[in-house]
């Protein structure tokens, strides 16, 4: 396998994840708010093709489930009740993409079956749905930070590579200064002297505005790297020969050549921002109920309980880990393609 | 020793005349961080006549390339005068910088890193136009045709990269370059030295042309005597960060009086004498 198929199988199976998440409404069976009181903590639901009579159904169909009113959390599948699957139904109301109002679900099963193939949570609620919507949040907030961080770090490291001097060493203790706060222990103090209450989006820009300006430090250093090899070129001392300006040596000769590095850390700092979005949301720094994120659906593993009986609650992190390993192996694979073009 | 035919080298007008020129450079050693100087120039002297070639020879280190810089404004000297055309460079503002990068420039002896390789042929040679905000990007276009064309690259090459040319192309290129701001001394740092003989032949003799259809002024920087021979109206000797000597081609070579010069000539071999040691 080259580099390019290896690039190009990372980007692909990525663009799908995306599109499973971008269009999280069609692709969900329920909306990530619908309860089911009755039953919470159901496994994933399993899907037959052959019935209680051994008769094969070309329809994948599911059973009906009862909770058992004596053993409170024990379900059973009432085999007399059998919901085939449908494709492409009507379902509950959504906004495709966040602006196209529909109901066309990609699969579904008729009242009042349900069918839940990541199982459900302490309401009820379908985790496979949720799952795909709390992706919107997760990943919209590690790319919007990672292109916050890189930004700055843009800018910080050309300034710092390029002129050198103080300004250099301003830009860069300030970074080592950035990197070393403890961040956790700051945040949770900035957390404690919010309102109990804050509005969803609040939070959201909260989290991209930390990730993003905690994180700008390690990219800009290398930047600044390229920059101080890039500014000693041959062809950037000919365009000062022709009397060219610093912005126009910067736009024109330099920023181009940082542009490899750029890619890669953006490839890099994507899954680790969506990770530390995990990790805020699950320490209660993150989104409020009922909206999910990643981090919010794995804050339930914090009790005891749902960790050694439900074991389906797992399964988001066990989803991550693939998406994870794909950007990194994108970031590989772009890192030895853009290695071997001559600069 | 066949120097090239010799123009009536007119010393009324000198173009260029470089006094007492300085330049050190100020570093730290690593770790203790003192500093120390570096003296990379000191009290050179020099005088290019207006419309020649001037070559100028030496040793490796001993200062030739940080006069080429200083003499194309890429670095401050520390001391001494620069005269070009009756104004001293040392004591311009930044506005006249302006005008003097146009009337002085510099090729690289490395082609291939002074050529941004992300750039096509067409735009790399419109680029000191486009810094200078000269005409439109349509007109600078064709002006950047016509200089392709002048140093021998077709014009249908305009969307080639640097590096799809071949060592002497890229230099041509540079030299298109250098010309579109049509200035009146280019110098050239070892310039030809990373080309094969045949290349460096082509390339003597394109410049030759294009000194007589711009009344071009060279500053020509080489350690390669045969080359110096074959396109130097005068040379100057530089050594130890001085210029030890400077004379009209001829005269240097029948008579080389600095006894730096003398060692300098006696260590290039004649092609009559490599053949007889060939034969022997």
């Given at each position: 396998m080259t580099h390019r198929h290896k690039l190009w199988g990372a980007l692909i199976l990525l663009a799908c994840f995306h599109a499973l998440v971008f269009f999280a409404g069609f692709f969900a069976p329920y909306d990530f708010a619908t309860h089911n009181r009755e039953l919470a903590f159901a496994p994933p639901t399993r899907i037959h093709f052959v019935d209680a009579q051994g008769k094969f159904h070309a329809r994948p169909f599911v059973y009906g489930l009862k909770n058992d009113p004596a053993n409170s959390g024990i379900y059973a599948t009432d085999s007399t009740q059998v919901y085939p699957v449908h494709f492409f139904e009507r379902g509950s109301a959504y906004k495709l993409a966040g602006i196209f109002p529909s109901r066309l679900h990609l699969f579904g099963v008729d009242d009042p079956g349900r069918i839940f193939l990541m199982g459900t949570d302490a309401f009820g609620r379908d985790q496979f749905s949720r799952f795909l919507y709390g992706g919107r949040i997760s990943l919209m907030a590690g790319w919007i930070a990672a292109g916050l961080s890189l930004l700055i770090g843009i800018i910080v490291g050309t300034l710092a590579g390029f002129y050198g001097g103080w300004i250099d060493q301003i830009l860069m203790r300030g970074g080592e200064l950035f990197l070393a706060l403890p961040w956790l222990y700051l945040l949770f103090a900035v957390r404690a002297a919010l309102p109990l209450h804050i509005a969803e989006w609040q939070v959201f820009l909260l989290l991209i505005a930390v990730m993003g300006l905690i994180g700008w430090a390690r990219p800009a250093r290398l930047i600044r790297g390229v920059v101080l090899s890039a500014k000693e070129r041959n062809f950037v001392l000919a365009a000062r020969g022709f009397g060219a300006s610093d912005a126009y040596v910067i736009c024109r000769h330099v920023l181009p050549q940082t542009y490899g590095v750029v890619l890669t850390q953006m490839t890099l700092l994507i899954p680790q921002y969506v990770l530390a979005e995990v990790t805020l949301s699950f320490l209660g720094l993150g989104v409020s109920e009922p909206m999910p994120s990643w981090g919010t659906l794995l804050a339930a593993l914090q009790q005891y309980y749902v960790l050694s009986s439900f074991?389906?609650?797992f399964l988001p992190a066990l989803f991550l880990i693939p998406v994870f390993l794909l950007y990194y192996a994108a970031a590989d694979a772009l890192q030895e393609r853009l290695s071997s073009v001559p600069l | 020793m066949d120097a090239r035919p010799q123009l009536a080298l007119d010393r009324r007008e000198p173009l260029v005349r470089v006094q007492h020129l300085s330049k050190q450079y100020v570093q730290r050693r690593p770790l203790t961080r003192a500093k120390f100087t570096v003296q990379a120039l000191d009290d050179a002297n020099l005088t290019i006549w207006r419309g020649t070639t001037l070559a100028l020879i030496g040793e490796s280190g001993s200062g030739k390339s940080t006069l080429a810089r200083c003499l194309a404004l890429l670095e401050k000297p520390s001391g001494g005068a620069i005269w070009f055309a009756g104004e001293n460079?040392?004591?311009?503002n930044a506005k006249d910088h302006s005008k003097f990068h146009r009337r002085i420039q510099l090729i690289f002896q490395d082609p291939t890193s002074a050529?941004?390789?992300?750039?096509?042929a067409a735009e790399i040679v419109a680029e000191p136009l486009a810094i200078q905000r000269e005409g439109t990007k349509i007109s600078r276009r064709r002006r950047a045709l016509e200089l392709m064309e002048q140093v021998?690259?077709?014009?249908?090459?305009?969307?080639?990269?640097?590096?799809?040319?071949s060592g002497g192309q890229r230099q041509r290129l540079a030299i298109a370059r250098a010309l579109a701001l049509e200035p009146q001394l280019l110098i050239?740092?070892?310039?030809?030295?990373?080309?094969d003989l045949a290349n460096q032949e082509m390339l003597l003799e394109l410049l030759a042309d294009l000194q007589a259809a711009h009344s071009l002024t060279y500053l020509h920087i080489s350690h390669d005597l045969r080359l110096v021979s074959q396109c130097a109206d005068e040379v100057a000797v530089m050594n130890e960060r001085k210029i030890v000597e400077q004379k009209s081609a001829a005269e240097l070579f029948a008579n080389p009086e600095h006894p730096y010069t003398r060692e300098l000539l006696a260590a290039m071999p004649s092609l009559e004498s490599i053949c007889l040691e060939r034969s022997a």
């Open positions: 074991w389906w609650m | 460079l040392l004591e311009l050529l941004n390789p992300r750039l096509s021998g690259l077709p014009a249908r090459w305009e969307h080639k990269r640097p590096l799809e040319f050239l740092d070892e310039a030809l030295s990373s080309l």
